[in-house]
């Protein structure tokens, strides 16, 4: 809803659609040019279309109006909601001549103000409409958000919000390769299922992953696997084709078999055998076990009936029941997510204390403790804490903090009230009720060991567009235009997880001393109460 276009390229009137009233003046903008507001009406629905009048700029960025009829996909749910309200800018203000260009803003998608905060929690089918309405206004700013991005609706008890991170099977990725010809990103990850491999997945800003194996650009699947082996130093050559395991001495091999695979009906599947060690050095959490243990784990998945492989992890080392999950009967168990984004995993007092990076947009890294018998724990006692100590200056030293943003033992319980009595559904909880400690690293940490957001310029994303102090007036003005009201009370930035407001570690040792003596007055049966 924000652009550019010629005086002379499209009339005032038709900005948006037909039917133009209410115009307004917002003031001069670039080289003689003037940025206007209109109010449009198109099929009944009423929108607000707005554009940038620029002497001399091709038109680019116009936005369809806002329709308030459900889409097709909401309409099928029967589900009539307000639009997700957000605010896109793809190119940095046009005053901020000390910005460069390649800067963007990408939006918080923010509920509207009526579903901001409601009694009850919304129906799952108004959730689904929401979800969808999110995404598809995510996807204007960048096409592969859609296939990289996961959008869940979430509510505590103050108020819903949605929640976007990446995609779980993306979450592991080690490398990509943008490929300027096809313009696919292929993304290279850790296998969840305890074993060497690099599972491929290449995914097309418009179309998605291919189907089948014969969807696939070879060149362009040759070039990206080329880059992977050439950055990574990878030497061999075998490769499976399809989820049943079945596997081809080369690339080309595993092309020719992958069509022939079930009638070239088979889903495209590729995964790269790399060393086990190789394997084991990506992940922390098998990093802190002996390497003995690791293989002896890789063999019991290799061996085992598959209904019978979580308990063989287990026997051969017990840590595997809280390091991996069962997903079922029939399925292999996978590493849980934490561990695939880890960056630090060591045993101190007695339990695992694991460092990972968070799969949302914000650069913190999240610490975990976990207990031999108990697995996650929800307070710690003063020794617990004394390894945690050890655990954030050893971390410290290795990749450098920022501050700290923690979550009280108190408001995790308030929030298990709230959803045991029926204020919101536990798969849409807004946090965990185990113990988590936030840690504010630097950007580039962030970015550097999640690749998947290099891929997505995460570290070209501007905070906040208000935030710089020579922002023009008239983009507040505009911002006023869009929102009705104060911009900073309606417009979050993608990044409010970056914007929270961190603390000391003094501050936060501080209250986990509190509660570890809350713990001990407990169990000495005083009349503390969590």
Not at 28 to 55: D, N, Q, Y
Not at 245 to 253: E, H, I
Request: net charge positive.
């Amino acid at each position: 809803i924000v652009g550019r276009m010629s005086k002379s390229a499209v009339p005032i009137k038709d900005i948006g659609g037909t039917n133009a009233t209410g115009l307004e003046d917002l003031g001069p903008l670039g080289s003689g040019g003037r940025m206007v507001a209109v109010e449009t009406t198109e099929g009944g629905a009423v929108a607000t279309a707005v554009a940038a009048a620029a002497h001399g700029d091709e038109v680019k960025g116009i936005r369809e109006p806002i329709d308030r009829r459900p889409s097709k996909r909401r309409r099928s749910a029967e589900v009539h909601v307000d639009p997700v309200e957000v605010t896109a800018i793809d190119s940095p203000c046009p005053h901020d001549t000390d910005v460069d260009s390649h800067v963007r803003v990408l939006p918080n998608v923010q509920l509207a103000q009526r579903l901001r905060r409601t009694a009850e929690p919304l129906s799952d089918s108004e959730s689904r409409a929401i979800e969808c309405e999110a995404i598809d206004r995510l996807s204007t700013i960048d096409p592969l958000l859609r296939h990289v991005v996961a959008i869940k609706l979430v509510r505590n008890q103050r108020k819903n919000f949605i929640n976007f991170r990446i995609k779980k099977p993306l979450v592991p990725t080690i490398h990509f390769h943008h490929d300027i010809e096809t313009h696919f990103t292929v993304f290279f990850s850790l296998s969840v299922f305890l074993e060497p491999y690099i599972i491929v997945t290449p995914v097309h800003p418009r179309f998605g992953q291919p189907r089948t194996w014969r969807d696939v650009d070879m060149a362009m699947l040759k070039r990206a696997v080329d880059s992977f082996k050439q950055r990574h130093r990878l030497n061999n050559e075998s490769y499976r084709y399809a989820d049943s395991g079945d596997m081809a001495p080369n690339l080309a091999a595993a092309a020719e078999a992958g069509r022939r695979h079930r009638a070239g009906t088979a889903t495209f599947y590729l995964a790269i055998l790399i060393a086990t060690n190789m394997y084991r050095e990506k992940v922390p959490a098998l990093q802190a076990l002996p390497e003995a243990a690791v293989r002896a784990a890789m063999a019991v998945t290799k061996s085992w009936a598959v209904k019978d492989v979580f308990d063989g992890l287990v026997q051969s080392q017990p840590w595997f029941r809280h390091f991996m999950q069962r997903c079922g009967r029939d399925a292999y168990p996978e590493l849980w997510s934490d561990h695939l984004s880890s960056l630090y995993c060591a045993f101190k007092n007695g339990c695992c204390i694991e460092i990972h990076l968070s799969d949302k947009f914000e650069p913190f890294a999240i610490l975990l403790v976990m207990h031999p018998d108990k697995g996650k724990l929800h307070r710690l006692d003063h020794d617990q804490i004394a390894g945690v100590a050890d655990a954030v200056a050893e971390f410290r030293a290795k990749f450098g903090i920022t501050g700290f943003h923690y979550t009280s033992f108190a408001e995790r319980m308030e929030t298990e009230q709230f959803v045991n009595g029926g204020g919101a559904a536990r798969k849409s909880k807004a946090h965990s009720a185990h113990f988590h400690l936030k840690i504010r690293i630097k950007k580039e940490v962030y970015v550097g060991r999640l690749p998947v957001f290099a891929a997505l310029k995460y570290d070209e994303i501007e905070v906040s567009p208000w935030a710089r102090p020579h922002c023009p007036t008239w983009f507040t003005r505009l911002l006023h235009v869009l929102c009705g009201e104060n911009p900073q009370e309606c417009v979050e930035p993608v990044q409010y997880n970056a914007n929270r407001e961190t603390v000391t570690w003094e501050v936060v040792h501080t209250v986990l001393k509190m509660e570890a003596d809350q713990l001990v007055a407990i169990r000495k049966g005083g009349s503390a109460q969590p």
